[in-house]
């Protein structure tokens, strides 16, 4: 007969069995990150989840790489999904692309390679995307900028005709281009506005307007388009809850800032994927925060609960 000291013990190990190997939620659940790109050596990846609160991660690569982020995604069961990108020009790429999904890949990303958002390359992927049934996370960058100074799936302007033209597509929008449209009066000038946003732009329109538009809130261009005015972001997240997902883009080492490269001011120093979330958990209510770290995604890319 088990006595009451050990009755408590094996109650004990009982209750924590369940808990092996996981933390507490830095962020009060968890987290999923919609934007982590492989690096050369995949545990920095794995570091940069766990320095950063990530519970788990959409791992993006080139096709090429696909491989290696298929080996991490198995060495860290329940830690990684993975999407895929090749060269939007190239005639083979609808197979290649094709071939990658049927290996285990869920998703299409990031796609940045320069050309019109509505020419006939992409419109070969929009349509590929909804017959493969997965989700295509776009990079739009109509304003070159100082790295790489080029043009990515330009003219963010038109994108509407694409949403309606392609409506069984999972669009998921990413960038400087999407997330300088929330205010009504950007001018296309730098790819980082400041000052205060004015309502009525198009990507806030377009997110009420069309169900198969989502937003991902990685890197510099949405952590500046939070900070510029909390209070008009307030309504925003409120607004499009249902739509918006965390992802980070970061190139820290550890989650905490340690070797970040971007010197805008907001993330100078910073982890992208802190500051992001810090910003949102102070911005959204407790259950729009849980949508966008977490139930969004998971729900839009049917992970099942890892809890
Ligand atoms: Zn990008
Ligand atoms: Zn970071």
Known sequence: MMNRRHFLSAAAAAFALPLLGQKTYEWGGPVLDIHLH??????SNVA????????????????????????????HPGRFVTFVSADVTKPETEAVLTKAIHNGAIGFGE????????????????????????????????VPQASGNAVFNGGFKRFNSMLKQFPKTKFI?????FWANVSSDYAYDTAYPSGPIKPGGISDKWLSDYPNLYGDMSANSC???????PEFITGFLARHQDKLMFGCDCNCLDGRGQGQTNKAPNIRGKCVARATLGMVQ?????????????????????LSDIS
Not at 38 to 43: K, Y
Not at 288 to 302: A, E, M, P, S, Y
């Open 48 to 75: 940069h989840m766990d320095g950063s609160g990530v519970t788990r991660a959409v791992l993006l690569s080139r096709v090429q790489a696909a491989p290696e982020a298929k080996a991490l995604a198995e060495k």
């Open 173 to 177: 929008a990413h960038a400087d281009t």
């Open 111 to 142: 796609i940045k390679y320069q050309v019109a958002c509505d020419g006939p390359e992409m419109k070969r992927m929009y349509a590929l995307a909804a017959d493969l049934n997965v989700p295509i996370l776009i990079h739009f960058g109509d």
């Open 38 to 43: 492989l690096r050369p050596n995949g545990e």
């Open 282 to 302: 102070k911005l959204a209510k407790p259950e729009v925060f849980r949508k966008i770290r977490w139930d969004n995604g998971t729900k839009l890319l049917h």
């Open 223 to 229: 952590n500046n388009a939070l900070n510029r005015d």
